[in-house]
């Protein structure tokens, strides 16, 4: 198990977002731990991602990104140490940077890698 985290960690340091490991995050959540973790992890997200997402506005009204997948490497602390981002579009590295601002629960077993998928809503109008 171990090895494995390793390899992960190692992996998602050397290589921009891939598929690959957005497979490999969302195969962690369907382990005991992940089903034990992802709840808190959603809860502290979904918390904190709308000052995220409106510091990043300016971009995203711009842009004509529908939604921004996010693979998130959390340590021992729950901290992001690395994040990765699809499309590398300036509008998705500012929500990237954002949301790896984030402090999250700790992780049980870090490192740990978390797949995220963000919709993007943005009005041009100021309603």
Excluded at 16 to 45: H, I, M, N, V
Excluded at 93 to 112: E, Q, T, W
């Amino acid at each position: 198990m171990l090895r494995t985290l390793v390899l992960l960690l190692l992996a998602a340091r050397a290589a921009s977002y891939s598929d690959d490991l957005a497979r490999k995050a969302s195969a962690l959540e369907k382990t005991p731990e992940g089903r034990s973790y992802d709840p808190s992890f959603d809860k502290t997200l979904s918390d904190q991602v709308n000052p995220v997402m409106q510091s990043c506005a300016g971009l995203l009204v711009t842009s004509d990104l529908k939604a921004v997948d996010l693979v998130l490497l959390l340590g021992s602390s729950g901290s992001v140490v690395e994040g990765r981002v699809k499309p590398e579009s300036a509008a998705g590295k500012c929500i990237r940077d954002g949301v790896s601002r984030i402090n999250f629960p700790k992780p049980p077993a870090p490192p740990r890698l978390m797949h995220v998928r963000l919709k993007v809503n943005v009005s041009a109008h100021g309603d």
